[in-house]
């Protein structure tokens, strides 16, 4: 079997993201990731991947209000899901949830704005209904970053409030798209059928769910308290690696050098200890992460493997007060901005996206063909 899993293989000229995987570096609509993500929030991303460029006040101004009023409109709808939020996984939820939006949209609102709102207020009445608990009301008049915390059940003192909304807007950025990944390669192979944005949409919650993709935060976080403390870890690593496990957060398709969302993550997870919330986990991260790195090159110097956006993923959704469950959930909250504006790409410029496949099955025998 051809198992080369596309690698390399250029299915679609985009203006959206670019993923340099020689020289570490992803540039969004002509942004460093960097920049863009320390110094904007979630709603200018959208409108640079919906309409590309960042908005000037008045277009931010619009964006939140019609995001906030669409999250209200979600929230009014959360009754309609049936048993959708009672999944045991938060992304088997999302995935129902999503599948009850109408395909041409039900709220006085552009479809991306519901479809974005339903994402993120799906998620949280989810974590709340396991909680045994009601799910809390959104406020439109909030960022969509610290409304979803506060939708999730986080309340904190106001200044700690705002230091970790402002560390989950600097994930929802660097998470909103990324080139040609899994989720999103499924979502432009719905898009390219001329469906519709919602089935897309679900299709690609199905692809984000799986642990080579969006999955992989919840169980790093897991490996870091099985590991415990930084003298555990050359044993931790090694015991995995001969066993023949892979360390989860490390490796990448495309990248050969260390994800640059890492170093955001890491520099959002300082300026949030420097806010005065402490980040539990990433003095134990950072050593994980060097003992990892030296293991695997030595097992495997020719691949390059290092660490990948959901390594400090996990330490900083951690750090802003998230429960793990509910860590791939808000990489789909992030990553339906990029989806949306692939949905549109795709469907804008996109052909049929249909690739062949080579037979290495039996032939009939020549008594059936005669
Ligand atoms: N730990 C240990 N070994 C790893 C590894 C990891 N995290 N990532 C890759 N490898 C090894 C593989 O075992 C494979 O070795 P083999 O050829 O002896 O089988 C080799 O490196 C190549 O890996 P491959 O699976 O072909 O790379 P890929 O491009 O298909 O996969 C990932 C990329 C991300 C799926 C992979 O690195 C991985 O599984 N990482 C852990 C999960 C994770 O962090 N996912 C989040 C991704 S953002």
């Not at 897991?222 to 690593?237: C, F, K, N, R």
């Not at 806010?275 to 293991?295: C, F, K």
Request: glycine share 8%; hydrophobic share 50%.
């Amino acid at each position: 079997m051809d198992a080369n899993g596309l690698e390399g293989i250029v299915v679609a000229d985009t203006t959206l993201s670019d993923v340099d995987g020689e020289r570490g570096r992803l540039v969004i609509r002509g942004h460093d990731v960097e920049p863009l993500a320390l110094q904007h929030d979630f709603e200018a991303a959208c409108a640079l991947l919906w309409s590309g460029a960042l908005p000037d006040h008045g277009a931010h101004a619009a964006l939140r209000a019609g995001l906030g009023r669409a999250r209200v409109h979600a929230f009014a709808r959360l009754g309609a899901l049936g048993d959708a939020l009672d999944a045991r996984d938060a992304m088997d939820a999302l995935r129902a949830a999503l599948a009850h939006l109408h395909a041409d949209g039900l709220a006085p609102l552009p479809l991306k704005l519901e479809i974005t709102a339903a994402v993120a207020v799906s998620a949280t009445a989810w974590l709340r209904r396991r909680a045994g608990c009601e799910a809390i009301a959104p406020d439109p008049a909030l960022g969509h970053a610290a409304d979803l915390l506060r939708m999730a059940g986080m309340a904190f003192a106001a200044r700690e409030q705002a230091a970790r909304a402002r560390a989950l807007d600097t994930y929802l950025v660097a998470a909103s798209d990324h080139g040609m990944n899994a989720s999103t390669f499924t979502a432009r192979v719905v898009a390219s059928t001329h469906s519709d944005a919602v089935s897309a949409v679900v299709a690609a919650i199905g692809a984000l769910k799986g642990p080579l993709h969006g999955g992989a935060p919840g169980p790093v976080l897991a490996m870091l308290d099985a590991i415990g403390s930084p003298e555990q870890a050359p044993q931790w690593v090694a015991r995995e690696l001969a066993a023949g496990r892979r360390i989860m957060g490390m490796g990448h398709r495309v990248y050969r050098v260390r994800d640059p969302r890492a170093a955001v993550m890491e520099r959002a997870i300082e300026r949030l200890e420097a806010g005065g919330v402490r980040s539990p986990r990433l003095a134990l991260a950072r050593a994980v992460e060097a003992v990892a790195v030296a293991s695997l090159g030595e097992r495997r110097p020719e691949r390059r493997l290092a660490a990948n956006v959901e390594f400090y993923t996990a330490v900083i959704l951690d750090a802003v007060g998230l429960p793990p469950e509910l860590f791939s959930a808000v990489f789909a909250a992030a990553r339906v901005a990029g989806w949306l504006a692939h949905i549109d790409e795709q469907v804008a410029g996109g052909r049929l996206i249909r690739p062949a496949s080579r037979y290495v099955g039996p032939q009939p025998s020549l008594a059936e063909a005669a």
